[in-house]
């Protein structure tokens, strides 16, 4: 039987020294729910946060299976675990993400110089209530307030930026997620619009806020191309990391 824990101390030393601030968010409490077999004293747990799912202990293939959304990326704390994932979903799409160190010092006046790359015509403005409301409208800006679980909560822990083109959000940077003393970063930009600095500046000045307030903008790359923009940004590539990309209809 699966079970949602609500005393994330249990699991705690389960995923110690895993840096990934979607887990940290999980733990602290801000967001994200614990799933487990045993809620005494679990062995085995799954972190779930937007889309992705963290699993770490002792391998468990009922706590693998069970339906979490209708994607989900799996990531897995070990060899086992991913050799668990192979066998319970050999159809699950295997891809690799680029891990991005999380201890930047960030140039501010080359964040200040590339945040003035927008174009004319292009205006930059935070997300707020009505805002909120217009991304959850397109596919592409839904990930920038969707892993909240409601508007009060993006607006309570939530910091993001979009630029608006002939009233249309035409790119953004927000935060996935929140953790205490950061959030992770979420950038897409609308095909027809890519390629104009829209990403960099707008990624520029959300950087630029969260500093300001002492936040961390940590970065995690879906792709190369992400990796090559955050290095644009002054972060420094750590390593790669297999995933699993597993759709439930």
Not at 19 to 31: A, H, K, N, W
Not at 59 to 77: C, R
Not at 150 to 165: D, E, S, T, W
Request: some cysteine.
């Amino acid at each position: 039987m699966i079970y949602e824990l609500k005393d994330t101390s249990k699991v705690k030393d389960l995923f110690a020294g895993w840096e990934e601030t979607l887990i940290y968010s999980c733990l602290q409490g801000v967001m994200g729910k614990i799933y487990v077999t045993d809620s005494i004293d679990p062995h085995s747990a799954c972190i779930f946060v937007g889309c992705f799912a963290f699993y770490a202990g002792v391998p468990n293939s009922e706590l693998l299976e069970y339906k979490l959304a209708d994607f989900t990326i799996l990531v897995p704390y070990d060899n086992d675990w991913q050799a668990l994932i192979e066998k319970c979903y050999p159809d699950a799409r295997k891809t690799v993400r680029y891990a991005i160190k999380k201890d930047t010092h960030f140039n501010i006046e080359k964040l200040k110089a590339l945040e003035k790359l927008l174009p004319d015509g292009y205006e930059m403005q935070k997300i707020d209530g009505r805002l909120y409301d217009e991304c959850l409208k397109e596919p592409f800006t839904a990930d920038f307030v969707s892993s909240f679980e409601n508007k009060q909560a993006f607006l309570k822990n939530g910091l993001g930026f979009v630029i608006v083109k002939d009233n249309k959000i035409v790119a953004g940077a927000s935060s996935y997620s929140r953790y205490r003393e950061g959030i992770e970063i979420e950038v897409d930009t609308a095909k027809d619009e890519r390629r104009k600095n829209l990403a960099t500046a707008v990624c520029a000045h959300l950087i630029i806020e969260c500093l300001d307030i002492g936040l961390y903008p940590s970065w995690d790359a879906q792709n190369p191309i992400s990796v090559h923009l955050a290095e644009k940004l002054g972060y420094e590539f750590s390593h790669e990391y297999v995933v699993y990309e597993l759709e439930c209809n």
